[in-house]
């Protein structure tokens, strides 16, 4: 039986959720990088194009991990084990849907011509989403404008 995303936890996917994936490179490093995720009857989907380094990882290895946080408060998060499947885009539903879902946006602009979409579902086996003390009133640092770089 497929784990299910805690009751809890599942309201950081409707407040543009942005995800960390973790893949396997083929020589056994990790490679992560941020992602925008979508939940889609119950599984986590992200939408890449097949010339990225993550793409090339899952083919060889399909084991992931992505950890997703609640944006306006990093004590709350769902981290995902599993495996991914990946699914061809050709008409970029997708990519589109996710676009829409963050900005309003009817399409996605940022791909370069040519490139090819494919969407990574991600098939739970573990989940973990801890109650963590102060998740619900998290001690937040003042922004800073003393920033140099």
Sequence with gaps: MTPLIPDHIVDIFADKPVGIITTVRPDGLLSTNPVAVTLRDGEVWVSTTKDRRKHRNL?????????????????????????????????????????????????????????????????????????????????????????TD
């Design 59 to 147: 083919l060889v290895d399909p084991r992931v991990t992505l950890c997703v946080l609640d944006r306006n408060n990093p004590n709350r998060y769902v981290e995902i084990r599993g495996h991914a499947e990946l699914v061809d885009d050709p008409d970029r539903a997708v990519i589109d849907a996710i676009f829409h879902e963050l900005t309003g946006g009817d399409r996605y602009p940022f791909d370069a011509p040519g490139q090819e979409r494919v969407t990574i579902v991600v098939h739970a086996e573990q989940i973990s989403a801890p109650r963590i003390p102060m998740a619900d009133d998290p001690p937040l640092a003042p922004d800073r404008t003393d920033r």
